[in-house]
């Protein structure tokens, strides 16, 4: 069983930065795209950043180049620097690993960007 736990989220004001944690466990984490995603109240879940297992990693285009997706092995954690915040970045935003047609989900962390 994959489990899942984040870390990291809080209030943040404007332009501000925060670094989100994801530590797996219960599975080999190198097998594993991980991703971040992230659901605001009164929308629908979104793609914020994945990264394959080999490494490679896609944004999207809201957070391009202001946010970062990585993850160390050895740690079996997979990050997101998340810098330059906005208000429209205000979420819930869930850890996911997926293998092998299966998606996991952690329990979220909230991040709330407001002055």
């Known amino acids: 069983q994959v489990q899942l736990v984040e870390s990291g989220g809080g209030l943040v004001q404007p332009g501000g930065s925060l670094r989100l944690s994801c530590a797996a466990s219960?599975?080999?984490?190198?097998?594993?795209?991980m991703g971040w995603y992230r659901q605001a109240p009164g929308k629908q879940r979104e793609l914020v950043a994945v990264m394959t297992s080999g490494g490679s990693t896609n944004y999207a285009d809201s957070v391009k180049g202001r946010f970062t997706i990585s993850r160390d092995y050895n740690k079996n954690t997979v990050y997101l620097q998340v810098n330059s915040l906005k208000p429209e970045d205000t979420a819930v935003y869930y850890c996911?690993?997926?293998?092998?047609?299966?998606?996991?989900w952690g329990q979220g962390t909230q991040v709330t960007v407001s002055s």
């Open positions: 996911n690993a997926y293998y092998k047609a299966t998606y996991y």
């Open positions: 219960g599975t080999i984490f190198s097998n594993y795209a």
